[in-house]
């Protein structure tokens, strides 16, 4: 059988045993630098840019360009004429398979042998950019998007397919052969790629609620029996719980703090190391039902300065969505932007579709962006250096979240106060204490390689993102904030924000029952000082909220109403205890209106002292959230976008 019958534009045909390979000589990092050509011998000078100019597809002035480029990032010569609209993808894989003496696979004239592709394993195609396409008497065929890496990896190949030749294809080409051959294979890595004990989806909502009610049904039967003993039992919980965590609060923000004063000493002694080889990124943003903000997406991410033909801007769709998918097709997408439908399924979770289109993408570092974000254009420069500088353990950057429309109304000054605090004082304090950082959902930066150890998201945890950087610290990893700023819109209408919260809160209930399903293999992962933080955070917050309203009733004795406890309370005690809810407003208060020291947040100081209206609601999510277990507990409540961004952020 000959080659050309399946597709290729130039008949080679070459049959066992395999020629020894020609080498081909080309400039550092450009195609074909230093490999062996796979089947046949091709001339030294044949390499992709004299190729390109002679067909006619670049110029000369073009050429150079591209190649001062590829000097300095280090980059395929041909994904720089492609990110910079230099040539098209036809023109670059004509010249590739001439440069490599081979062809073009022609997708038309048939689809990959599913059985060649089950010897090879569909993680390892997609990892390698090899395609077993069939098998053309005793050689197999392999389409491959980096022929210049074709090399590396034929050996592997071969023990499992006997000899091979190599075909030339375009990414975007094998990943649709493999998607059309493999679907379901792909959608159910998605869905169980993190180890099961450490996931959620074996979660038994029978037991949970069974356990529920048995609380349940005992604290009722306290609060009738024997009222008092158990009201003091449960606010001395609630208690305890709110004055550690109020500590660690504190903590973290004299930590951070100290650190900030340590920076701005030494700023000017150590400026910050340039890298030069600058790490290929893959932006991942996850779309449901947005085909307003889309337009407005890919303008936003297109102010990111970093350079395109080290860019990947994955804009991850289900595949049911067709208004969002009809939005984009309008949008006139870059080269470096492009749409990954995630095939159906029952399971409709973001980070089902961040594993989905994690085996697709292209770059050594992974960033997540919400569909609303506008990151700060030096912010991947920023994540380049961070990660150059950090250690082998630092696998995870969070960046800063802000909020673009704080002055919309009430709900959201107080959601940007809020954020404020946790992400600027908090969050980066915890960090520099050693303890758990539970991520954020967006500005999120992970090395691929250790994301992919860790089997990525957990793809039934509604909050996946504070899971994984608890999955993070028990396998020995460091997450890291870093002070560059994404602007986003605060959700500012009151029941989107409590649907938005509980489910924040039914992931921090999932995560933590997950994780201490074996309480002494946790101790032992992360030690009694990040166990420790573990229970603040996660239990901690449940309890603060779910158990609020006990906290609340002490409020009813400052407006002259009597209290189940004022007659048990001595003077002093109850002094005490004004003094320690003193002491905690005090410690709340100051920690938020530190937080706004930028010149933009400023205004907010004075609406802080409100957040004693606006928590209130939290414990109305928090109760949603945990009946939302008992009903649905893979249910996510989307949160819906675009509807004070625009005027605000054209301002910005």
């Not at 994984?468 to 819109?489: C, I, K």
């Not at 020291?597 to 002292?609: G, K």
């Amino acid at each position: 059988m000959a080659l050309a019958e399946i597709g290729f534009h130039e008949i080679v045909s070459p049959a066992p045993p395999v020629p020894e390979p020609a080498h081909l000589t080309a400039p550092s990092g450009g195609e074909g630098a230093g490999l062996p050509s796979p089947a046949v011998s091709v001339s030294k000078g044949a390499l992709l840019g004299a190729i390109l100019l002679k067909r006619g597809a670049i110029g000369s002035s073009d050429l150079l360009r591209a190649l001062e480029l590829q000097r300095r990032q280090h980059s395929r010569l041909g994904d720089i004429l492609r990110a910079h609209g230099m040539a098209s993808e036809a023109e670059v894989m004509a010249a590739l398979a001439e440069q490599f003496g081979t062809g073009v696979i022609d997708q038309r004239q048939g689809r990959p042998d599913p059985r060649l592709i089950d010897l090879v394993g569909t993680r390892r195609c997609l990892k390698i950019g090899c395609l077993p396409w069939l098998r053309a008497g005793a050689v197999t065929v392999v389409a491959c998007s980096q022929p210049d890496h074709f090399a590396e990896h034929r050996e592997s190949l071969e023990q499992v397919l006997g000899p091979v030749a190599m075909a030339v294809i375009s990414e975007e080409r094998l990943h649709a052969a493999l998607i059309a051959s493999r679907r379901n294979t792909l959608r159910l890595m998605a869905e169980t790629c993190v180890a099961a004990e450490e996931s959620c989806r074996a979660w038994d909502g029978r037991r949970f609620s069974w356990i529920i009610g048995f609380m349940g049904a005992a604290m009722l039967a306290g609060l009738i029996f024997a009222t008092l003993p158990t009201f003091f039992v449960l606010f001395g919980i609630v208690l305890a719980f709110q004055g550690a965590g109020n500590v660690m609060k504190l903590a973290a923000t004299v930590t951070q703090l100290m650190a900030r004063r340590r920076a701005a000493r030494g700023r000017d002694h150590k400026p910050p190391e340039s890298v030069v080889r600058k790490p290929h990124i893959s932006i991942m943003v996850p779309l449901y039902c947005e085909p307003d903000i889309a337009p407005r997406l890919v303008k936003r991410l297109g102010a990111i300065a970093y350079p395109r033909e080290l860019l990947d801007v994955m804009l991850v769709v289900e595949e049911h969505d067709h208004v969002t998918r009809q939005a984009l097709a309008r949008a006139a997408l870059p080269h470096w932007m492009r749409v990954i439908p995630v095939p159906d399924s029952a399971l409709r979770t973001k980070p089902r579709a961040l594993n989905y289109a994690l085996n697709l993408a292209r770059g050594s570092v992974i960033g997540v962006y919400d569909a609303e974000d506008a990151p700060a254009p030096d912010q991947l420069h920023r994540v380049a250096e961070r990660f150059a500088q950090g250690g082998p353990d630092l696998a995870c950057l969070q960046g800063v979240l802000d909020y673009v429309n704080p002055q919309t109304n009430w709900l959201s000054r107080c959601f940007t106060i809020e954020y404020a605090a946790w992400f600027r004082l908090i969050l980066p304090g915890l960090a520099r204490m050693g303890l758990v950082v539970p991520l954020g959902g967006t500005t999120l930066f992970f090395r691929r390689d250790l994301l992919e150890e860790l089997g990525g998201w957990d793809a039934h945890n509604v909050t996946e993102d504070a899971d994984l950087g608890l999955r993070l610290a028990r396998h020995g990893y460091r997450t890291e904030l870093f002070d560059s700023v994404t602007m986003e819109e605060a959700n500012c209408r009151v029941w989107p924000w409590i649907k938005q919260r509980s489910r924040w809160l039914k992931g921090y209930a999932m995560t933590y029952a997950v994780h201490m399903r074996d309480p002494v293999l946790l101790w032992r992962q992360l030690g009694a000082w990040r166990f420790c933080g573990v229970q603040l955070l996660f239990l901690g917050t449940l309890v603060q909220f779910l158990f609020a309203p006990i906290l609340w009733s002490f409020w009813l004795m400052l407006v002259g109403f009597g209290h189940p406890l004022a007659d048990l309370l001595s003077s002093k005690a109850g002094v005490a205890l004004a003094l320690m809810f003193l002491l905690t407003e005090i410690v709340s208060m100051t920690i938020n209106i530190v937080a706004l020291n930028a010149p933009r947040h400023r205004f907010l100081r004075p609406w802080v002292v409100s957040l004693h209206l606006y928590f209130p609601l939290a414990a109305v999510a928090a109760w949603k959230g945990i009946w939302e277990m008992l009903s649905s507990p893979f249910y996510w409540d989307k949160t819906a976008h675009g509807f004070h961004d625009g005027e605000a952020f054209a301002a910005h």
